[in-house]
């Protein structure tokens, strides 16, 4: 089932995704306080790009900002399907007024924009167009 599981993640990757992986914290991000945010707004990070993120409690605010790039669990990529192992919460939110939704997409981005592999918990924001 692993197997499958990986040739099926591979052939999505394939489709949807035909720049670089970068592998977060180790090559992009930074910001402590907003570890995922800081990688895709990293100016290296372009369209088509996949950031992977390794295994861990992620306090963040996602807000793609119209970069159509694909967002995986690492483990994902080495076969292990278990969401548990990356967790996004938005707890601990810190822009300002509505930024409590863990994950938003209102810039435009495309159908090549994903996020594969994470628990998402804890958000409180509210449906609505952000930056």
């Not at 100016?43 to 306090?59: E, K, N, Q």
Request: aromatic share 6%.
């Amino acid at each position: 089932m692993k197997v499958f599981k990986s040739i099926i993640l591979s052939l999505l990757l394939i489709n949807i995704n035909f720049g670089r992986i970068w592998r977060l914290p180790e090559e992009i991000g930074g910001s402590p306080n907003s570890p995922i945010q800081s990688g895709i707004e990293d100016p290296r990070v372009a369209p088509g790009d996949t950031i992977s993120v390794r295994p861990g409690i992620y306090y963040d605010n996602i807000v793609f900002r119209g970069k159509n790039i694909v967002l995986i669990n690492r483990t994902f990529l080495e076969g292990d399907s278990n969401p548990l192992t990356c967790i996004i919460d938005g707890s601990r939110h810190t822009r300002g007024e509505d930024s409590a939704s863990v994950i938003t997409f209102v810039n435009d981005e495309n159908e090549s924009t994903a996020v594969i592999g994470f628990t998402i918990q804890n958000g409180g924001g509210t449906l609505g167009e952000r930056d």
